[in-house]
């Protein structure tokens, strides 16, 4: 059960993103997490998605595995896509350069790999690049999904539509009967607004079966020191001091630093969430063309990714 693993307080969650719908990708991320001793992956809404990350867990031989999907609200980061604007672009090449998931190339977005970053956006000087909104729609994704099996739905609020996040919360509510995670940060929202949400989110559903994921900064965590981790604990610490019956759970900007940052600021949590800079220390590995005949590589990347696993569950 999903539930005795975050009782553990030493829960390493691997974040493929939720809008990364990189069917090979994925299967790579799992295949080495899952190895090197993840047991709890965060995936797109997304059948095919789930179906290969299956398919690695079966390779890895790991069969106590737990998944999660991610659904959000309109416009909140994690289901937002780049779109370029050919009127404005010079074709410079600076987004791709920055692109973290090599969703650009020839300015051109290869939708479902990109995870709504905004790192492309930031570094283009002719303003070029927007963002739509791709949030999934629940009746059409979640039935199916649902009935073949999934251990945790997580839903990104991190907005002020306060109508649209009622409806969708409670159509998760109404259809799925197991743990529930709530992804909220700072972003938006006041701290007070924030325990305020939680409440409200969580007040007819049973103690210690939702999730609040700190959310420090939402895909942040390139780099791998205390300043990247800050927010995620400053964030923990608001929901820790509401004192609500719910597991939290660190992410967003979480590295190998987390855990000992939050240890310092006393923050109990149940895991880590790791995304971004779990998916940048694997990235030359299951980048490479040999990956899945060359025992070598994953072997190098389980020895890569081990020290941040370990930080969370030792
Ligand atoms: S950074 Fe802007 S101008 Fe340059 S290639 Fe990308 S979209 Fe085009
Ligand atoms: S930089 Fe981020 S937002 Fe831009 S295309 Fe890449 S993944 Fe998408």
Redesign the pocket.
């Known amino acids: 059960m999903l539930k005795e693993l975050l009782d553990t307080n030493h829960c390493f969650k691997l974040v493929c993103g939720a809008g990364n719908e990189d069917i090979e990708e994925i299967k790579k991320l799992v295949y080495v997490y899952a190895s090197a001793g993840c047991r709890f992956f965060d995936l797109s809404a997304n059948e095919d998605v789930i179906a290969a990350a299956r398919d690695a867990l079966d390779m890895a031989r790991v069969y106590d595995a737990y998944l999660c999907i991610s659904v959000g609200i309109k416009n909140d980061p994690h289901v937002n896509k780049a779109v370029?604007d050919y009127n404005?672009?010079?074709?410079?090449?600076?987004?791709?350069g920055v692109c973290p998931q090599g969703a650009?190339h020839y300015?051109k977005v290869k939708k479902y790999k990109c995870i709504g970053c905004g790192k492309?956006w930031k570094?283009?000087?002719?303003a070029?690049?927007s963002y739509v909104s791709e949030e999934k729609n629940l009746d059409e994704v979640l039935p199916a999904i649902v009935e073949k099996g999934i251990d945790c739905i997580e839903f990104h609020a991190m907005g002020n539509d306060e109508d649209e996040i009622e409806a969708k919360w409670k159509y998760i509510n109404d259809n799925y009967e197991g743990i529930l995670s709530i992804c909220t940060s700072r972003g938006k929202l006041s701290d007070e607004a924030i325990v305020e949400r939680i409440k409200k989110m969580t007040e007819n559903r049973k103690p210690y079966t939702t999730i609040v994921q700190a959310d420090g900064f939402p895909m942040s965590g390139g780099e791998d020191n205390y300043k990247t981790t800050l927010q995620a604990v400053a964030t923990a610490e608001i929901i820790q001091n509401s004192k609500l019956p719910v597991y939290l759970m660190l992410s967003g900007g979480t590295n190998t630093k987390t855990t000992e940052l939050a240890k310092m600021c006393d923050i109990r949590y149940c895991g880590v969430a790791v995304g971004s800079f779990a998916r940048k220390i694997v990235k030359r590995y299951i980048q490479r063309p040999d990956f899945w005949t060359n025992p070598r590589i994953l072997t190098d990347a389980v020895e890569a990714v081990k020290p941040l696993i370990d930080s969370v569950i030792l």
Request: proline content about 0%.
């Open positions: 370029i404005r672009c010079v074709n410079c090449g600076s987004c791709e650009i300015a492309c570094v283009c000087s002719r070029a690049i």
